[in-house]
């Protein structure tokens, strides 16, 4: 886990917990990932909407929250929490994580009979808006993982480049691009990765060749050493590349390309997805490839479809105007 409930709170010098709290939530925390197998990234979130909830009970209650506060938690006082962050501009899609977040934790806590109070199980989930995936067009995507010749030594954008590859050409989640190893990555005659996603479900991905060049074109240019199980992708600095940095890459291709706001790392895992169906692969081999538990997960993507369909239907049907 690359974030404890220490490194959370000490950005808020005015929260502080009773240690049994403290105690109750390193321990969830560690159940999350070494039991459930969730993700450092899901765990640094996790904590964060506690960190929210927590200090909106402080303020609630006037000093640190304890157990005992938990325990005796009601629902109104929930409600009243949901309110604040929702007065604050907070989503309902980050509303209901939050809840999801509390939920689990009092489960947990019940579970463990450290105390049980189902309170939190009264509150009704926020409505979350219908929305289909932003995927970009085939051509953006090109363009947003075509070849960069102005530098051929910049191995920055060479690293650039791998990443948005592994995005876009095997339908990897950021994390999980970010996560290979010289051991696991498609080189030196690779083409399968073994993937673990998300609840540590593994998949197997293949690699197209352009992925595996661009991947070996990376490594031959990095001027640092790379070690067989430690992460391939590195910052300028040596260390671990973080997620934040090919948000700004792809930030910058937005202006550079004129790409729409909807242009996201994440879009272009959307737009594996999407292009592979439009092509007429099968519903079941994309979700394999993704990793959706859920087929319904899985079944968004047709909707995307579809939507294409009906705008070029309209723009290239000569009696579309009369619909």
């Known amino acids: ?129 219908h929305s289909v995936p932003k995927p970009l067009t085939v051509e953006n995507a090109a363009a947003v993982t075509a070849r960069d010749t102005s530098n051929r030594d910049d191995w920055i954008a060479a690293r650039d480049r791998a990443v948005m590859l592994l995005l876009y050409g095997c339908g990897l989640r950021i994390s999980e691009a970010l996560s290979l190893t010289l051991k696991s990555a498609p080189l030196d005659g690779r083409d399968v990765m073994h993937i673990a996603g998300k609840g540590g479900k593994e998949r197997m991905v293949p690699a197209l060749a352009i992925v595996s060049d661009a991947l070996a074109d990376y490594v031959r240019l990095c001027p640092y050493p790379l070690s067989g199980d430690g992460p391939i992708f590195l910052g300028a600095r040596g260390g671990p590349l973080s997620p934040r940095l090919i948000q700004l890459a792809m930030a910058a291709m937005r202006h550079d390309l004129g790409l729409p706001d909807t242009a996201t790392p994440h879009a272009l895992r959307h737009s594996f997805a999407t292009h592979l169906l439009s092509a007429g692969a099968d519903l079941r081999q994309i979700q394999e490839l993704l990793g959706h538990a859920s087929l319904s997960t899985t079944q968004l993507y047709t909707e995307v479809d579809r939507d294409r369909l009906l705008s070029v239907y309209d723009s290239a049907h000569p009696r579309a105007a009369a619909r």
């Open 1 to 129: 886990m690359s974030e404890t409930i220490d490194d959370i709170l000490a950005g808020d010098a005015e929260l502080a917990l009773g240690s049994d709290l403290r105690d109750a939530i390193d321990g969830w925390l560690a159940h999350l990932a070494a039991e459930r197998g969730q993700s450092a990234a899901t765990l640094t979130a996790y904590t964060r909407d506690l960190r929210q909830f927590l200090g909106f009970l402080k303020r609630h209650n006037g000093h640190p929250p304890c157990l005992g506060d938990l325990d005796r938690l009601d629902a109104k006082t929930l409600r009243a929490f949901l309110a604040s962050r929702r007065k604050s501009g907070v989503v309902s899609r980050s509303l209901a994580r939050s809840l999801s977040a509390l939920r689990m934790f009092f489960r947990w806590m019940e579970r463990e009979e450290t105390l049980k109070n189902r309170a939190v199980n009264q509150i009704t989930s926020p409505k979350i808006p």
